[in-house]
């Protein structure tokens, strides 16, 4: 599996590359972060590092008022203060039945073939370059749109907890 067919193209079936198109998912999500997030994926490989991710999140144990929860809980919790007027037995069951519609919603996504290019440097994809660090993943931006959208989403997101 060639990392990049030429400079400027990647092949879907990279798994060094997380594809994205930017959209919105069929479902409204409160805790979800990736259903928050207008970056829908794109690849059969994308979509297995979002379903990684989420797993990895939801094995993350925290403690709020005696109860223990996911990483999705807890940041949901610590984020938005609908959430939090919430009873945290009522925030994990929304957190469970969220999980499993955003996961149908991967399932049954339209992806680009595993033979398609995209190309690295156009502004029709949102493209993170994958990398290792320790037992940690980490996507970096690959190009300047994705960059360009990413630090908008983080401000949009540091403006959110302001106004909260």
Known sequence: MNE??????????NINYAIYKIGN????YKINQIGLSNEIPLTKSTCEHVKMSMNEIRMAE???????VNGFVAISYATNPEIQKM???????????????????????????DNESVKLDGEDY?????????????SEPANEFTLNHHKKELENFENSLKNK
């Open 4 to 13: 990049k067919n030429n400079q400027n193209e990647i092949k879907a079936d």
């Open 25 to 28: 998912w069929e479902n409204n």
């Open 62 to 68: 925290f403690e709020i008022d005696s109860e223990k």
């Open 87 to 113: 009873p945290i037995k009522d925030v994990t069951e929304l957190e469970e039945n969220e999980f499993n519609t955003i996961t149908k919603e991967i399932d049954n996504l339209d992806l680009l073939d």
């Open 126 to 138: 949102l493209i993170y370059k994958l990398e290792k660090d320790c037992h940690v993943t980490k």
